[in-house]
T-cell receptor, first 112, second 124 residues
Framework: QSVLTQPPSVSGAPGQRVTISCTGSSSNIGAGYDVHWYQQLPGTAPKLLIYGNSNRPSGVPDRFSGSKSGTSASLAITGLQAEDEADYYC????????????FGTGTKVTVL | EVQLVESGGGLVQPGGSLRLSCAASGFTFSSYEMNWVRQAPGKGLEWVSYISSSGSTIYYADSVKGRFTISRDNAKNSLYLQMNSLRAEDTAVYYCARTYYDFWSGYQGGLDYWGQGTLFTFSS
C-alpha cells in the first residue's frame, strides 16, 4: 500500500485540461521532499515527465506541468491529445520508510 | 545515446535465487546514482533499491530488505541485483533506472533513464 495516493482514473476530451493529484502526508510531500512525475505508455518503461515538483526535462512538451502545495502535488495536462493516454505516477521520498523512494498508486488517463 | 539494458530474468523456483544485471552505456556511469524499480503484472511501480555513485550508500524497500543485494561495478559500467529467498510476490518486471543529475546546479532527483525491463517469474 503506497503512502502516496492518486485517483485511479481521470478522463477528458481532446483539447481539454486534466489534472492528477498526488496526496501524501507530513512524512513525505509535506516534509518538503520533491515530487517527480512519470508517464508509462502500454508495454513500455516509464518516462520522466516532471522532476523537482515543476521542472520539465528537455523534450517534454510544455502541455505538462507540475505543482506542489502542502502535502499534495498535481500534474496538469493541457490540450489533451490521444497520445497522452497512459498511466501516470508520482514519486517522492518518505522519511518514515527505510528506503529511498516511494511511488504513487498510479492514475490511468483516458482520452475520450 | 544513454542506454540501460537489463538481463538475467527468468523462471525461478520457491526460495531460489536470481541475479539481475544492467549494462549502462552512453554516459559516465560512475557519476550517477542508480536504482532498481519493479512492476508486478498489471500493478503499479514499486521502488526496490538505490545505490550511490560510489556504491557507499545503499537503501532497500522493506519488502526486499535482507533478501536482495544491490551492487555496481563502475569499471564495467554495470549494476546488479542479487535476489535470494524469492517469493511469489517478487514476480515482476524489474527496471534499472538512473537518477537525474543536473551537473550545473548539483540537483539530483527523479529517474531520467530506464531500461526496457527484465521479467522474473516465480515458478511453482
Amino acid at each position: 500500500q503506497s503512502v502516496l495516493t492518486q485517483p485511479p482514473s481521470v478522463s477528458g476530451a481532446p483539447g481539454q485540461r486534466v489534472t492528477i493529484s498526488c496526496t501524501g502526508s507530513s512524512s513525505n510531500i509535506g516534509a518538503g521532499y520533491d515530487v517527480h512525475w512519470y508517464q508509462q505508455l502500454p508495454g513500455t518503461a516509464p518516462k520522466l515527465l516532471i522532476y523537482g515538483n515543476s521542472n520539465r526535462p528537455s523534450g517534454v512538451p510544455d502541455r505538462f506541468s507540475g505543482s506542489k502545495s502542502g502535502t499534495s502535488a498535481s500534474l496538469a495536462i493541457t490540450g489533451l491529445q490521444a497520445e497522452d493516454e497512459a498511466d501516470y505516477y508520482c514519486q517522492s521520498y518518505d522519511s518514515s520508510l527505510s528506503g529511498s523512494g516511494v511511488f504513487g498508486t498510479g492514475t490511468k488517463v483516458t482520452v475520450l | 545515446e544513454v542506454q540501460l539494458v537489463e538481463s538475467g530474468g527468468g523462471l525461478v523456483q520457491p526460495g531460489g535465487s536470481l541475479r539481475l544485471s544492467c549494462a549502462a552505456s552512453g554516459f559516465t556511469f560512475s557519476s550517477y546514482e542508480m536504482n532498481w524499480v519493479r512492476q508486478a503484472p498489471g500493478k503499479g511501480l514499486e521502488w526496490v533499491s538505490y545505490i550511490s555513485s560510489s556504491g557507499s550508500t545503499i537503501y532497500y524497500a522493506d519488502s526486499v530488505k535482507g533478501r536482495f543485494t544491490i551492487s555496481r561495478d563502475n569499471a564495467k559500467n554495470s549494476l546488479y541485483l542479487q535476489m535470494n529467498s524469492l517469493r511469489a510476490e517478487d514476480t515482476a518486471v524489474y527496471y534499472c533506472a538512473r537518477t537525474y543529475y543536473d551537473f550545473w546546479s548539483g540537483y539530483q532527483g527523479g529517474l531520467d533513464y530506464w531500461g526496457q525491463g527484465t521479467l522474473f517469474t516465480f515458478s511453482s
